[in-house]
């Protein structure tokens, strides 16, 4: 079902409650699609918007680098968006098409755009101790772990994710130890094959960072992590990066199930009249795995806010773009695009070279790829993404992939 010109006006008012990276990017699509109507961007931070990706990256990394915001607040103003920082929705009254905020203000609206995103999983029996515990979802955060990675501190990195493996590079490259404490046997193993988990640990060790596995977090006593086998980590910070969950408590005012986050379509449309989802709160239809999940990644919150903004503006623009995302971790760059959920894996190139790529076969179909410090194969998987592909080309890595798009 496509957008129906009957659902647009572009003098609705649009209430955009998450002023993170999609919130942001929605509210301007919305303006270059030509609505005309009142726009207002609601975020509890008290910061312009922002891009996270930043926070494990520049600002840990660097001690001169300073937040980057999408725009100041005189560029929202100029593109007649209503800015409201440090802003909390109390009560959605839907009826009456109404949001009441925690300060006293209300803000009204035709349709409603949730971008709330997710808040970071939490250590609560680590929690209230003598050892800072800290998750890494805000430039708060950012800021005191910055604070924290002085040459000599013992870091322990609970979870070993993509936040905690680029936590970790960031302590490591600032003179600190680093200890990963993973409750898994290997690391990432839900997002990465086997073949690139077990290179990114290499590279790890090879700076100093020591990985312990099969084990949690138990307490904290006398300086130390207490791990579940009765081991003990001497720690300056505990740094916890176990996942996220989605922010859905404005979407269970107006009945939305919030099993997974917000159920969309390719419209960004909800269950509810009016209503839309964006970004890593809004749950998405994978036909390859047959089920609805979120989707986190920074390409998401940024082209399908874009895509559902435009919808919104009465352009027929439905989003089904494959998942992407990339991490960097010392000089090693990992990119991934689409699912290898189930498919067969093709290795291409040589582990040991440092460059290389698995791809994910199903059918006779690319259905994903993962490449290791190889951007240029990557540019290329991406438009090969659900073609039908010859395996024997994919394992050359002689062969010139472009030549499989014609």
């Given at each position: 079902m496509s957008v129906s010109a009957s659902d647009v006006r572009l003098d609705d008012r649009i209430a955009i409650v998450g002023a993170g990276q999609a919130g942001a990017r929605a509210a301007e699509a919305?303006?270059?699609?030509?609505?005309?109507?009142?726009?207002?961007?609601?975020?509890?931070?008290?910061?312009?918007?922002y891009e996270r990706p930043q926070l494990s990256k520049e600002i840990l990394l660097d001690r001169s680098a300073a937040l980057a915001s999408i725009k100041d607040r005189e560029g929202w103003s100029g593109l007649g968006v209503s800015l409201h920082t440090g802003a909390s929705v109390a009560e959605c009254e839907f009826a009456n098409r109404r949001l009441l905020l925690a300060n006293g203000a209300s803000v009204a609206f035709d349709r409603l755009v949730i971008a709330t995103g997710v808040v970071a999983r939490s250590a609560p029996a680590l929690e209230n101790s003598a050892i800072p515990v800290r998750t890494l979802r805000t430039i708060e955060d950012a800021l005191f772990l910055r604070e924290a990675?002085?040459?000599g501190?013992?870091?322990?990195?609970i979870g070993g994710g993509v936040i905690g493996l680029e936590t970790a590079a960031a302590a490591v490259k600032s003179g600190c130890s680093a200890t990963v404490v993973e409750a898994a046997a290997t690391l990432l193993s839900r997002a990465l094959p086997a073949e690139v988990a077990a290179f990114l640990q290499r590279q790890h060790e090879a700076e100093g960072v020591a990985f312990r596995f099969g084990v949690v977090g138990e307490r904290v006593e006398d300086g130390a992590l207490v791990l579940s086998d009765g081991s003990r980590l001497p720690a300056d910070c505990i740094v916890?990066?176990?996942?996220?969950?989605?922010?859905?408590?404005?979407?269970?005012?107006?009945g939305l199930d919030c099993a997974e986050g917000f159920?969309?379509?390719?419209?960004?449309?909800?269950?509810?009249?009016?209503?839309f989802a964006i970004g890593d709160v809004a749950a998405q239809w994978s036909e390859q795995r047959g089920r609805w999940g979120r989707v986190e990644t920074w390409a998401?919150?940024?082209?399908?806010?874009?895509?559902?903004?435009?919808?919104?503006?009465g352009q027929d623009a439905p989003y089904r773009d494959a998942p992407w995302f990339w991490t960097d971790q010392y000089d090693v760059n990992v990119q991934v695009a689409g699912d290898l959920a189930g498919a067969d894996l093709v290795l291409r190139g040589d582990i040991a070279s440092g460059r290389f790529a698995v791809l994910g076969v199903q059918?006779?179909?690319?259905?994903?790829?993962?490449?290791?410090?190889?951007?240029?194969d990557m540019a290329v998987l991406r438009k090969l993404a659900t073609r039908r592909v010859n395996r024997a080309d994919l394992e050359n890595p002689s062969f010139d992939l472009r030549k499989a798009l014609v």
């Open positions: 919305l303006r270059s699609a030509g609505h005309i109507g009142e726009i207002n961007l609601i975020g509890e931070e008290p910061h312009p918007p990675f002085t040459p501190a013992r870091i322990v990195l916890v990066g176990v996942g996220s969950e989605p922010r859905v408590a404005l979407g269970a005012q107006i159920r969309v379509d390719a419209y960004g449309r909800t269950d509810a009249p009016g209503v998401n919150a940024q082209n399908q806010a874009i895509a559902v903004a435009r919808c919104m503006a059918d006779g179909v690319l259905s994903g790829a993962v490449t290791v410090n190889n951007r240029k």
